[in-house]
Nanobody, 114 residues
Framework: QVQLVESGGGLVQPGGSLRLSCVFSGSIFSRYTMAWYRQAPGKQRDLVARITSGGWTTYAEPVKGRFTISRDNAKNTMYLQMNSLKPEDTAVYYC????????WGQGTQVTVSS
């Protein structure tokens, strides 16, 4: 009964910025560990960033210093601020919620190209 909806993807030039949002529909969002994953064509789905219910964050090495994960429990929303974007960041970005069971959003396309 948990639903996740991502938004904010699009086309951006190298060096540009985007902010992704993931809206959580369900009960007790604040208890879930939330994460962003991404998957490029022909590649596996990889963790980008994670944030726990207590606010602990984890980042994949390629995005450290460029991306910031955050959450607003009052709005049941998780965000990914992406700065200094590179062509290698091009992928479908997925929202994940974890509280025993895992739930996934539908994904949002991010394309970094000149």
């Amino acid at each position: 009964q948990v639903q996740l909806v991502e938004s904010g993807g699009g086309l951006v030039q190298p060096g540009g910025s985007l902010r992704l949002s993931c809206v959580f529909s369900g009960s007790i969002f604040s208890r879930y560990t939330m994460a962003w994953y991404r998957q490029a064509p022909g590649k596996q789905r990889d963790l980008v960033a994670r944030i726990t219910s207590g606010g602990w964050t984890t980042y994949a090495e390629p995005v450290k210093g460029r991306f910031t994960i955050s959450r607003d429990n009052a709005k049941n929303t998780m965000y990914l601020q992406m700065n200094s974007l590179k062509p290698e960041d091009t992928a479908v970005y997925y929202c994940k919620a974890d509280f025993g069971n895992n739930y996934w959003g539908q994904g949002t396309q991010v394309t970094v190209s000149s």
